[in-house]
């Protein structure tokens, strides 16, 4: 795929959603961090439930830890996993309070440290929260890039690094939401909606289909 069509279709992406975000619902930099630690193998829909019911009585990591890890665990038992990550949640709000004063670092080596947050949580933190022009590269971010070919890679990290390299500077803040929200809606895992997408003339997808 030449730049000429990448560039287009990110300029038909930002058209349609001039100011994409996540769909976790969070309303700090901390409620952030937990909620895409919960959305591991979890669906948004599922972590907001969840979250909802958690962020109103503890919402720092101090309130967490106060809360306790069977505390913890009653709020979050409908998510996959909820027990490794109860305690990754206790870990991190841990190191939160007694490395960085409660609060969320600006940091990527730090974030990288907390439990149960990898490269991709890192770069959902940094991109959302603060404003990085990271690339959180999720399932959906992986299969929109490859089959489009926009951004191919057999890895992860290999297809964070070509978007990196690929999309121009002024589109990089929002790339991720669009490609997730895309890969969500429109060029879904088992059959595409191609009929409906955006930018099916420009996708170079040779199964399109014509469903909408």
């Known amino acids: 795929m030449n730049k000429q069509k990448r560039v287009e279709i990110l300029e038909r992406l930002r058209a349609n959603n001039p100011n994409p975000t996540t769909e976790l619902e969070y309303s700090s930099s901390f409620e952030l961090l937990i909620a895409v630690l919960l959305s591991a193998q979890a669906t948004d829909v599922g972590v907001n439930k969840a979250t909802r019911k ?21 709020y979050i038992k409908t998510i996959g996993l909820f027990n490794s990550k109860a305690e990754n949640m206790m870990k991190t709000c841990a190191i939160l309070v ?10 990527r080596e730090a974030l990288e440290a907390l439990p149960g947050v990898g490269r991709k949580t890192a770069n959902v933190v940094l991109n959302t929260a603060f404003g990085w022009p990271t690339i959180a590269v999720d399932t959906h971010i992986f299969r929109v890039s490859n089959r489009t070919k926009f951004a ?12 990196e390299k690929v999309i121009p500077a002024e589109f990089k803040v929002d790339a991720h939401h669009w490609f997730i929200l895309h890969g969500r ?3 879904i895992a088992r059959k595409p909606r191609c009929g409906s997408c955006i930018i099916e003339d420009l996708c170079e997808f040779k199964e399109k289909t014509s469903d909408d």
């Open 152 to 163: 191919p890679g057999k890895t992860v990290r290999a297809v964070e690094d070509r978007l």
């Open 98 to 107: 007694n490395e960085h004063h409660g609060e969320v670092p600006e940091n």
């Open 185 to 187: 809606y429109t060029c």
């Open 54 to 74: 958690l962020f109103p009585v503890a919402n720092t990591p101090q309130a967490i830890l106060d809360l306790g890890l069977e505390g913890v665990k009653e």
